[in-house]
């Protein structure tokens, strides 16, 4: 999963950026209201963590264009602020929850798994598909109740495409959710393909009654059978 965090503090930003990654999510940032707001026009987050004081403006400002491009859930406010306006403000524009600084990183880890078990899994920590689990919190995978080990990548790329199952996935967005910043390092995605076949063959070896389906010139789907 991808979190974007728009933070001007560079030590903070460095310590978010470095806990969240032992979490094994995919982390980019931005230092100030323009690049938040080009970021967050080009690309989706799973969940993004807003400071409220940004150069060039107010964090609240790129909620409201989060909220006016459809894209407000699962921001979580970090803040010095600690009014109450600021708070209302930010959760009516959309934002799921605020944190004010300065803050245990536990509890921040803590309530991002909460935001995105809430938004995207209903409340489970846990993604399933046929004969398929796949458990978040503890980064594991099962087919029929077996453990399937997989690299980090795959198992990043499985959960993308379980939480996006039966739909159609581009490669380039399946790149940018899994590799983040790094997928724009590669003149192209042949490594995403690379990394497809490992997984395919992992998933069919094991027995998994699911299929990724390549969608030719476009992506991928994964499908039950």
């Known amino acids: 999963m991808k979190i974007l965090v728009i933070e001007d503090e560079p030590e903070l930003a460095d310590v978010l950026v470095r806990s969240l990654e032992r979490e094994r999510y995919v982390v980019e940032t931005a230092a100030d209201r323009p690049a938040a707001l080009l970021k967050i026009a080009d690309h989706d987050y799973d969940c993004i963590l807003l400071d409220i004081m940004l150069p ?67 409340g489970s920590n846990a993604l399933t598909a046929a004969n398929v689990r796949l458990d978040l919190d503890d980064r594991s995978v099962t087919v029929d109740g077996e453990p399937l080990a997989l690299h980090r990548k795959e198992f990043d790329m499985l959960t993308y495409f379980l939480l996006n199952k039966e739909r159609l996935v581009s490669r380039g967005s399946l790149a940018e959710h899994v590799w983040g910043d790094h997928a724009d390092d590669s003149g192209d995605l042949d490594f995403v393909y690379s990394q497809i076949k490992n997984l ?11 299929e990724i389906q390549a969608v030719y010139g476009i992506g991928y789907k994964l499908v039950e059978q």
Do not use: M, W
């Not at 964090?59 to 600021?86: P, Q, T, Y």
């Not at 959760?91 to 929850?97: K, R, S, W």
């Not at 536990?106 to 798994?113: G, H, I, M």
């Not at 395919?200 to 699911?210: C, E, F, M, N, T």
């Open 56 to 122: 060039g403006g107010s964090g609240l400002d790129v909620l409201r264009e989060l909220k006016a491009l459809g894209k407000s859930g699962n921001v979580i406010i970090i803040s010095a602020k600690d009014s109450l306006d600021d708070k209302l403000t930010g959760l009516d524009l959309g934002a799921d929850d605020y944190l004010t600084k300065p803050f245990h990183i536990a509890e921040l880890n803590a309530r991002v798994r909460s935001v995105l078990r809430r938004k995207a899994l209903g």
């Open 200 to 210: 395919r063959r992992k998933l069919k070896q094991s027995g998994a009654a699911v």
